[in-house]
């Protein structure tokens, strides 16, 4: 587009692209793939959206990792929303993106929102508090969903629930954490990664360091990564170094924004609030030790599934549904018998043809060209 | 037309619409008479009949017809009342016909200032006298307070298309080439930067405007244009991903080409959508022969609603009626339909 934007389009160059794009391609081996899992959705989106495998060499494979939060989510926590959405008492304040996440039976809050339950959409988990001072004789729940990026937020929209003894708020927890996740994927031997295009804002928050264990447990290098396209191409060429030379560290690419401790002040802050669960179910990752976030007993007031009595229930993935190896990197979308046909954006059967950032979503809606 | 007395003149400061105002008595003919036909007033509306009466000419006639329930309602650059002059006479427009006439139908929800209603009425008359379109029929409606947002205006307008010209969106063919008249997204955003729990502060202005005359000029200088279309709801992208689909072609555009203003293109960035999906009142798409496209575009720069036309790509053979863009960053992409609704009530 012709207008130009300081800041931004730097990172966007069409020259700067090629060039680094013939770089790329001098220093890969004709012999050999280079299998890169970019966990995150951020990563995937641009990646689709500025056509950047068209300026790779053919050896080099991008996988697209887990890191979308609404694909993530089970069936059950899904329906447990829907439900408490129907609640006539309840306000449920969510993301945009959830509005269209299926659950059991193609169930999913726009429908529940047609059937006369009360869901608002919004920007923040701070306009979740605002409904509640507005609406006091409703009981408001924020849908809380995301990375260690979200977290902090809700994490000080519970904080000031509690100093402004806010009764009627209350939070549907499902924080989950990035480290655990990577682990889950790297335990999976069909996924046969080369190397990680490591998160970008996830690790402003966490820290290089919280990476450690790729490089010393499981012998793969990772580049973090900002979310532009040059950052991308340029992580991509740090791996196909590493990997020729045999090296396993973690680099960071991404320099401008993160650091090696992260963000200590969010840490505090979600350390205040949550504690960890001993395990929580993931789509395609199944249960994971230590990989979600839940309230402290001192904000326990404020965790909607005690006030509600809600218990997870595990439901199996619809049987046609690949959501779950594609989340883990062992299939990609268009492998898929349903994607594009019985399952696209419009009617989505799994959960990474919904969001931008989910794997199919962003095939189809950049990529399905190409099969064609 | 003989003005009746009313005892008491409308309190346009002060006033607000209640129910009495909808219900065909005198406190309706009354909001009509002072508010309505005296804002748009011409020689139709004066008769005061249940319809308009006109005379056609032989020929092809079209028609169109748009609901506009945007919100808010007033918006940088405009508000809903020369909104709904300007989107109904560009879908007549679109078929390259000259637009006659229009109507406006109400629904106003009980408890509308009646000074807003002054600002609209007053917006649409002047939309629709600079357009040289009259109003020449209407409705009005109200509604319990609750039962609808403000204020909805749907217009309908009919035209008379030039003997000969067959403008229509099945005729893009492989080797045309593909133009819009301006920048993108400046509707979508002016409408955005208002909304309550959005509001940014940014200088950018719905570019809402009547495109008859630029379709006129545009028409005079290339009489076969294959496709014309205002890329409102769902933007440029699924305003060509409708014509490829209707016309069984595939497109291909360079983003690079497509002309977007700075404002828009940060505020979409902050955002997080794509100014391809962004809705405009102002713009066209056209599809035109490769011989022609140079005099078209041509045409359209000369016209002050097409100053910043630009060729953006090529229509292709495709049994897919995919639409795929080069990004400026080197590599392609599909530009898909629009799924989901990314801004609700825009226009």
Not at chain 1, 136 to 151: L, N, S
Not at chain 1, 247 to 258: D, F
Not at chain 2, 7 to 19: A, N, S
Not at chain 2, 110 to 124: T, V, Y
Request: charged fraction near 20%.
């Amino acid at each position: 587009m012709t207008g130009a934007m300081q800041y931004v389009d730097e990172y966007r160059d069409g020259e700067l692209a090629r060039h680094l794009s013939g770089k790329i391609a001098k220093e890969v081996h004709a012999e050999r793939q280079y299998r890169f899992m970019e966990f995150c959705g951020g990563h995937t989106h641009a990646i689709f959206r500025y056509g950047i495998a068209d300026l790779l060499p053919p050896g080099v494979k991008l996988i697209h990792g887990p890191g979308c939060p609404v694909c993530v989510l089970p069936i059950g926590r899904i329906d447990s929303a829907i439900a408490l959405a129907k609640n006539p008492r309840v306000i449920l304040a969510t993301y945009a993106d959830m509005m269209r996440v299926p659950g059991s039976h193609f169930a999913n809050l726009i429908r529940a929102r047609a059937e006369g339950a009360d869901v608002r959409m919004i920007y923040s988990a701070a306009d979740a508090l605002n409904i509640a001072r507005e609406n006091p004789a409703r009981e408001v729940v924020f849908f809380a969903i995301g990375f260690e990026t979200t977290t902090p937020p809700t994490a000080l929209a519970v904080r000031q629930a509690k100093c402004d003894g806010l009764a009627n708020f209350s939070v549907f927890c499902n924080h989950v954490l990035t480290p655990p996740a990577l682990r889950g994927i790297l335990d999976e031997p069909d996924a046969m990664l080369d190397g990680v295009i490591g998160p970008s804002h996830v690790s402003a928050v966490i820290g290089t360091g919280a990476y450690e264990f790729v490089a010393k447990d499981y012998g793969k290098p990772v580049v973090i990564a900002g979310f532009e396209p040059l950052d991308v191409m340029q992580a991509v060429l740090m791996l196909v170094r590493q990997v020729n030379s045999a090296h396993a560290v973690i680099e960071n690419e991404y320099v401008r924004a993160v650091g090696a401790e992260g963000n200590m002040k969010a840490q505090a802050l979600m350390d205040e609030v949550f504690e960890l669960r001993e395990s929580f179910e993931w789509r395609g990752l199944g249960w994971l030790p230590w990989s979600a976030r839940k309230l402290k007993p001192d904000y326990a007031e404020f965790d909607a599934e005690a006030r509600f009595g809600m218990s997870h229930h595990a439901v199996p993935e619809p049987k046609a549904c690949e959501c779950g190896d594609i989340l883990r990197g062992v299939r990609s979308p268009k492998d898929c018998k349903v994607f594009g046909t019985a399952c696209t954006p419009e009617h989505p059967i799994g959960a990474c043809m919904v969001s931008s950032e989910g794997a199919c979503a962003a095939y189809f809606s950049y990529g399905r060209y190409r099969a064609a | 037309m003989k003005r009746r007395h009313y005892i008491r003149p409308l309190d346009i400061e002060r006033g607000r619409i209640d129910m009495t105002h909808g219900s065909g008595g005198k406190a309706m003919a009354q909001l009509v008479e002072e508010m309505f036909v005296a804002a748009f007033d011409n020689q139709w509306l004066r008769q005061m009949n249940d319809q308009a009466a006109f005379a056609v000419r032989q020929g092809r006639m079209v028609m169109a017809t748009d609901a506009h329930v945007v919100s808010p309602v007033f918006f940088p650059g405009g508000n809903i009342g020369s909104l709904s002059v300007h989107g109904t006479i560009n879908d007549v427009a679109m078929s390259g016909a000259i637009p006659l006439y229009l109507s406006a139908s109400f629904i106003i929800e009980e408890g509308f200032p009646l000074a807003d209603l002054q600002r609209i009425i007053k917006s649409m008359a002047e939309a629709a006298r600079e357009a040289g379109v009259p109003i020449v029929a209407g409705d009005t409606k109200v509604v319990e307070q609750g039962k609808a947002d403000g204020i909805f205006i749907t217009t309908t307008g009919i035209g008379r298309v030039p003997d000969g010209m067959l403008i229509s969106g099945d005729r893009a063919r492989p080797g045309d080439r593909i133009i819009v008249s301006g920048t993108i997204g400046d509707h979508g955003i002016a409408i955005l930067s208002k909304r309550e729990n959005l509001t940014f502060e940014t200088a950018i202005l719905s570019d809402t405007a009547a495109l008859h005359g630029l379709v006129a000029a545009m028409t005079d200088r290339v009489p076969d244009i294959h496709c014309l279309r205002d890329p409102t709801r769902g933007g440029l992208a699924t305003t060509l991903n409708e014509l490829a689909s209707q016309s069984g072609v595939g497109m291909r555009i360079r983003e690079s080409a497509i002309p977007v203003r700075a404002e828009v293109a940060a505020a979409c960035e902050l955002l997080g959508i794509d100014p391809l999906y962004v809705a405009n009142e102002g713009k066209l798409v056209a599809i035109c022969a490769d011989a022609d496209a140079d005099a078209l575009l041509r045409a359209m720069s000369e016209h002050p609603l097409g100053q910043n036309a630009a060729i953006i790509g090529e229509v292709f053979e495709d049994e897919h009626s995919f639409v795929q863009m080069e990004t400026a960053f080197g590599g392609m992409r599909m530009v898909d339909w629009l799924a989901g609704e990314i801004l609700p009530r825009i226009c």
